[in-house]
């Protein structure tokens, strides 16, 4: 397998994982947690749901995890089968096999516990792993060797840290909301936080979060860096002006149905460029060409 052909391979397992975030997040949303309310069945001696609104929506994110397990699978054979074959790009693929495998028991623990809000969010968690997993192994496919690190690379942690918080608080405003995930709703344990400190916080890791990239993006402009790097950070910087009016809007509004599902599709892209843009993999492969023996038409990574 070449590298270019790898690189698709990452990229169809990077877009099926973050995929079933919105799949996962449509069942909640529409209410469909525990429509199918045993494990690994639907229901006791029953494989496949009712056809019903919500045993349906929650079944068929359940059968997308398939879909999802079949697309790491290859991920992990073309690593063997990539000529060169390369150690980090294996063991990367064995991570998502891992954080496959991890998702499929604590899924079932968020069944069998009646939508327990601490597990949710560590389901959520998890898939935010799962896709940083994707996203580096789908970055280095194309990269033989790979570029050293950039000597700019401290400016990056601050930003990949405040991410990681807001989504993490993020997490904690969702599971302390309205949105229970059941049609049950009222039986349905909420996180033991007020909804509007909660979500102070949340903002405020935001705001912080979006300064530091606009002083880095201005930083990176004055010192000369390259612009494929300077493209990168404004990338973050739209994903998060973008995410930032998403999660004002629904705030005020009562947060409705529609943003919540937006919101947290931004979030996994959002999530996606601050990763690509801390690896730093300057230039891009299509940028080298074949003279190091990468990837000359493939674009320089998925973007979602």
């Known amino acids: 397998m070449t590298p270019a052909r790898y690189r698709q391979v990452t990229g169809m397992a990077l877009m099926a994982l973050a995929v079933i975030v919105v799949t996962g ?5 529409t209410e469909s947690g525990l429509g199918c309310s045993d494990w690994p069945t639907c229901e006791k001696d029953q494989l496949i749901a009712d056809f019903s609104l ?3 929506i929650e079944f068929i994110n359940r059968v997308f995890t ?10 992990v054979l073309g690593s063997l089968f990539r000529k060169p074959r390369r150690a980090d790009l294996t063991w990367l693929s064995l991570g998502l096999v891992a954080g496959v495998i991890g998702q499929i028991f604590l899924g079932a623990f968020v069944v069998k516990s009646h939508l327990n809000p601490w597990l949710v969010l560590n389901h959520f968690l ?10 580096v192994l789908h970055a280095r496919a194309g990269y033989d060797p790979v570029p050293p690190p950039s ?9 990949t840290g405040l991410t990681i918080a807001t989504i ?27 909804v509007p400190d909660i979500a102070r916080v949340h903002g405020g890791i935001v705001i912080a979060l979006v300064l530091v990239v606009i002083t880095t993006i201005w930083h990176l402009n004055r010192t000369g860096a390259p612009r494929a790097e300077q493209w990168r950070g404004r990338l973050v910087l739209a994903s998060l002006i973008m995410q930032a009016g998403i999660g004002y809007t629904q705030y005020f509004t009562g947060v409705p149905v529609l943003l919540v599902g937006f919101h947290i599709l931004g979030a996994t892209v959002t999530w996606i460029a601050v990763l690509w843009f801390h690896l730093d993999l300057s230039p891009e492969p299509d940028e080298l060409g074949d003279k190091r023996g990468m990837l000359a038409d493939e674009p320089s990574i998925l973007v979602l």
């Open 126 to 135: 998890l898939s935010m792993v799962l896709v940083a997993n994707a996203t």
């Open 66 to 75: 398939g879909f999802v397990a079949v697309a790491v699978v290859i991920a």
């Open 151 to 159: 000597t700019r690379r401290h400016y990056r942690w601050p930003i």
């Open 54 to 56: 919500h045993p349906m």
């Open 168 to 194: 993490i608080a993020g997490t904690f405003v969702t599971g302390s909301g309205p949105h229970t995930g059941s049609y049950d709703g009222d039986n349905i344990d909420r996180l033991p936080f007020d």
């Open 25 to 29: 997040t449509a069942v909640r949303l």
